[in-house]
């Protein structure tokens, strides 16, 4: 019932920085949400997510270099993305997430945003 759009994806170089943002159609202040990334011919991944009081839980490989929130009276989840490596490269997606670190069973995917980071 929700529809989320991501945006803000890009090229950059190494060390740089992008920030992700989620925009949902309705409320999602009940949720836990995810973003999820996923590279050409490999299984998404789950790196970030946050509960519905905020609290926050991250993969090892992205652990100290990003930054999920949200804010609830904009319907929309961020992702601030620091120190990128060439391995961040994906498609990033966001999408609900069981609290407080397990993918969600959704079926439908948004198009997600395209991140790239060049060496």
């Known amino acids: 019932q929700v529809h989320l759009v991501e945006s803000g994806g890009g090229l950059v170089q190494t060390g740089g920085s992008l920030r992700l943002s989620c925009a949902a159609s309705g409320s999602i202040s009940f949720n836990t949400m995810g973003w999820y990334r996923q590279a050409p011919g490999k299984q998404r991944e789950l790196v970030a997510t946050?509960?519905?009081?905020?609290?926050?839980n991250y993969s090892d490989s992205v652990k100290g270099r990003f930054t999920i929130s949200r804010d609830n009276a904009k319907n929309t989840v961020y992702l601030q993305m620091n120190s990128l490596k060439p391995e961040d490269t994906a498609i990033y997606y966001c999408n609900t997430a069981i609290y407080p670190m397990t993918p969600t069973r959704a079926t439908y995917w948004g198009q997600g945003t395209q991140v790239t980071v060049s060496s």
């Open positions: 946050i509960g519905s009081r905020g609290s926050t």
